[in-house]
């Protein structure tokens, strides 16, 4: 069965809720006018917690063929965590995604793969689909231990999944080293670690798993590399940050697959 690529904004911390609404409209609007066809790819808008009720009263009202999600989520269901946002309260705002283990998440608030694969079982139990992140630093790329990093990480996140849930999943490969850099891994990098992350699924959860899981390849997509990031057997996506910002580019990434038609 054919994976549908999920082409995914992540706003990061930008565009308070009435900025929200401005972009998502433009958004719509400007994939319209492109003739975007939703059977494809896949659209999301991944947007701070504070956007959220009025990203999906717009995309629900309107009837937009976009998705939405968060960008972290508690383990926690509910009780004395201040500032933390529960599962649950993420699925009653109709979000279909939420991003766990961001590469932000885990160096400036300690994340580890362990916490990170709690995160993903809570999405999955309120409903949602995680998009599970994963990507080596700069050192670790020159060292040439890249891959069996990255597959140490994938290891530990997936753990507590079975592997239904696993099918269900999107995995995000996003190389620290080239996260709002400007430098974009080549396809073939992207290739080498998608292609091994669904070689560790096919090894641990069976081949069907395999063939189902979605895996996103993110750091710098633009509307002028997304073709050739696209291009390539094992790579399903893309998890964009700065370039989801701007309407006009990020529908380019969305509709990658019109290129040149
Ligand atoms: P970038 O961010 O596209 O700005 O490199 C990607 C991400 O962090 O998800």
Redesign the pocket.
């Known amino acids: 069965m054919a994976r549908t690529p999920l082409m995914?904004g992540?706003w990061?911390l930008n565009l308070n809720h009435v900025e929200a609404t401005g972009l998502v409209q433009k958004l719509a609007w400007t994939l319209k006018d492109f003739r975007y066809d939703q059977t494809k790819s896949e659209a999301a808008v991944?947007v701070p917690f504070t956007d959220l009720r009025s990203v999906q009263t717009i995309i629900e009202g309107d009837k937009l063929p976009l998705f939405w999600g968060a960008q972290d989520v508690s383990v926690h269901a509910s009780g004395a965590f201040t500032g933390e946002i529960a599962a649950d309260m993420l699925a009653k705002l109709n979000c279909s995604y939420v991003?766990v283990g961001?590469?932000?998440r885990r160096e400036y608030h300690g994340e580890t793969d362990a916490l990170i694969g709690q995160k993903a079982k809570v999405v999955f139990d309120a409903g949602m689909t995680p998009i599970i992140?994963c990507g080596e630093v700069l050192e670790i790329r020159k060292a040439g231990t890249h891959v069996e990093y990255v597959l140490g990480q994938i290891k530990e996140c997936l753990a507590p999944l079975t592997a239904e849930q696993v099918a269900a999943a999107v995995i995000?490969y996003?190389p620290v080293w080239?996260?709002?850099?400007?430098e974009?891994a080549t396809p073939q990098d992207a290739q080498e670690v998608c292609g091994a992350i669904r070689g560790y699924v096919a090894e641990a959860f069976g081949e069907a798993t395999a063939e189902a899981v979605r895996i996103q390849y993110?750091?710098?997509?633009?509307a002028n590399n997304v073709v050739e990031i696209m291009g390539q057997p094992d790579v399903d996506g893309?998890?964009?940050?700065?370039?989801?910002l701007n309407a006009d580019e990020f529908a380019k990434i969305v509709m990658f697959y019109a290129a040149g038609a």
């Open positions: 995914a992540n990061k991944i991003v961001h590469s932000e992140c995000a996003e080239a996260i709002g850099t400007g974009v993110g750091g710098s997509v633009k893309a998890l964009v940050g700065g370039a989801s």
